[in-house]
């Protein structure tokens, strides 16, 4: 299941000294049950039920490995690998300075170093994009003059949420930074500009760019020179040395029918990532142990606290899960600057999650308790990062369990029961699968060529083997095989099932019959109108005209 991956906001902590890790507080007055809660004279965490819980949760969600860093008032009590971090040909096991992708926790670093410029004087959160890339476009002209450096990093833009997603994943893409952003122009929005939170990756993308043309460095080098080096981290925002990759966690998914199996295509390569901005920022959990001692202790950070203040502001408001309320006492939750800010019970949290296919993220910070935590894993289910999260945060917040409206003993049970219940939740909303039920008015021959999108560029249908084959120019894994459908419809179905699902092909003619052009559509019974493909437009290309 990956509905929550995102949304779920459950965020816990792990800790240890050589027994029992002590957090101590003052006393608090007995009428105030949120204040008592707030103040509780003592929290421990038994590193023993810990650790295996951590065990626990890796059989259950069925993920390989798990890399944990947590400090605490400025020390680190625990920093552990658990688990293999590849299984096959031999297994090796994860440790702290095993390699993970960041996924989108990568998106506070990119927030970190717009703040650095900043502090510097060379921009201004209120700046306009287009002071600073001129040729910044949105669909709408008065969107494209008001849109802001704050706007790039708060997920308000009005796109559908992973608008332009398809330019980025799945990995590699053939598409450059600078066509990304060039591409914005050609998504549709779906809510008015600054009403709605809906998430966006492709500006981040956007502002890694700021970055680089405002400072005259490479996004990667402005990094290393102004937030890596000076807190000792060693992790990479461009290309990746052997040295590391040598100590890098190979990403897994699992299904009923293959059991586990790797995800290569999002592996940690030598080359860096497009989407690094976004999310594609490798790092251990060593080093980000070291990241969080600085937030937790701003006069250490390369950055002023006026710049953490901004980040760690609320700017767009979220929605608040059943399962936050009931969990975690949870009032408000809104979006920062590459942060999610809610209350769990009396405490302000900052957290993000980072999700791809064969890795999960979790950074989560609770300043009131000098309290940070890292856990990084190469699976693909949220369980993992969720559940232990839940029990290492609660057993620093020991009068959680009576405030809450759900009385939760094992983390990990409770997820297994979450994840189950939503399963159930979404096999009931599944609609059968379409039916044709008209004559199919195309051939095959008459479908065959190149087609192009004016941003996704060539899709190429072929014959193979008589066999009909669909290729995207720029998304090298995405490619296919068709099989009639009915009426102008194809459907084609994707060799990588883990990357893309299957979709409609509808092809469009002229009043002679002859194909000039295709749209896609999810494979669905029901028409949707928001989906991946809804920008795209193919038209049938002459050899001579095609993207060579």
Not at 158 to 168: F, K, P, Q, R, Y
Not at 282 to 306: D, G, I, Q, R, Y
Request: glycine content about 6%; aromatic content about 10%; overall charge negative.
């Amino acid at each position: 299941m990956h509905l929550l991956l995102a949304s779920l906001f459950s965020v816990s902590l792990l800790s240890a000294l050589p027994l029992v890790a002590h957090a101590n507080t003052e006393t608090a007055p007995q009428d105030n049950k949120q204040a008592n809660f707030q103040l509780d004279n003592q929290a421990h965490l038994n590193i023993a039920t810990t650790e295996a819980l951590i065990m626990s949760a890796l059989e259950k969600f069925h993920t390989p490995g798990l890399a944990v860093g947590v400090v605490h008032k400025g020390d680190t009590l625990l920093l552990k690998g658990f688990g293999a971090r590849q299984l096959s040909p031999k297994k090796r096991a994860v440790n702290e300075q095993t390699y993970f992708r960041l996924a989108s926790t990568s998106k506070a670093f990119t927030a970190a170093a717009l703040g650095v410029l900043v502090d510097q004087g060379k921009l201004n959160w209120q700046d306009k994009v287009i002071q600073h890339l001129p040729e910044f476009q949105m669909q709408d002209a008065w969107v494209t003059r008001e849109f802001t450096i704050e706007d790039l990093l708060v997920h308000r833009s009005g796109l559908v949420g992973g608008a332009g997603d398809s330019m980025i994943w799945p990995e590699p893409s053939g598409f450059a930074r600078q066509e990304v952003v060039q591409n914005l122009q050609y998504l549709s929005p779906d809510y008015s500009f600054r009403s709605a939170y809906s998430y966006s990756n492709v500006l981040y993308i956007t502002a890694g760019e700021v970055i680089e043309r405002v400072s005259g460095q490479s996004y990667a080098d402005f990094l290393q020179d102004t937030i890596f080096s000076p807190l000792n981290m060693q992790c990479y925002a461009g290309d990746v040395p052997k040295s590391a990759i040598k100590n890098s966690a190979t990403p897994y998914a699992h299904n009923d029918e293959k059991g586990m199996y790797a995800v290569p295509r999002n592996g940690i390569q030598e080359t860096a990532q497009m989407s690094v901005a976004a999310g594609g920022i490798v790092c251990n959990a060593e080093s980000m142990t070291l990241w969080l001692k600085a937030l937790l202790n701003p006069s250490t950070l390369p950055f002023s606290e006026s710049v953490l203040d901004d980040m760690w502001q609320a700017h767009t408001i979220l929605g608040v899960a059943e399962t936050d309320e009931e969990w975690d006492g949870t009032h408000f939750k809104t979006y920062g600057y590459g942060w999610r800010l809610a209350n769990m019970f009396n405490y302000k949290v900052i957290s993000h999650t980072g999700t791809l296919s064969g890795y999960q993220a979790y950074v989560a910070l609770v300043p009131e308790l000098e309290l940070g935590v890292v856990l990084l894993n190469n699976g693909s289910n949220y369980g993992v990062r969720g559940s232990v999260m839940q029990h290492i945060l609660k057993a620093f917040m020991p009068r959680a369990n009576q405030l809450a409206e759900s009385k939760i003993d094992n983390w990990v049970q409770a997820y297994v029961d979450y994840q189950d219940e939503q399963e159930q939740k979404y096999l009931a909303r599944q609609l059968p699968e379409p039916v044709a039920t008209k004559p199919m008015l195309i051939e095959s021959e008459d479908i065959l060529g190149t087609y192009s999108d004016v941003w996704f560029k060539d899709m190429n249908i072929e014959m193979k083997d008589k066999t009909l084959r669909l290729s995207s120019s720029r998304m090298f894994t995405l490619v296919g095989t068709l099989r009639p459908f009915e009426a102008n419809k194809f459907v084609v179905k994707w060799d990588n099932q883990n990357a893309a699902s299957d979709a409609f092909l509808i092809f469009e003619t002229d009043f002679q019959g002859n194909v000039t052009g295709m749209k896609m559509h999810p494979f669905t019974a029901k028409e949707r109108s928001r989906h991946e493909y809804r920008d795209m437009h193919f038209i049938k290309q002459d050899e001579a005209s095609s993207e060579k």
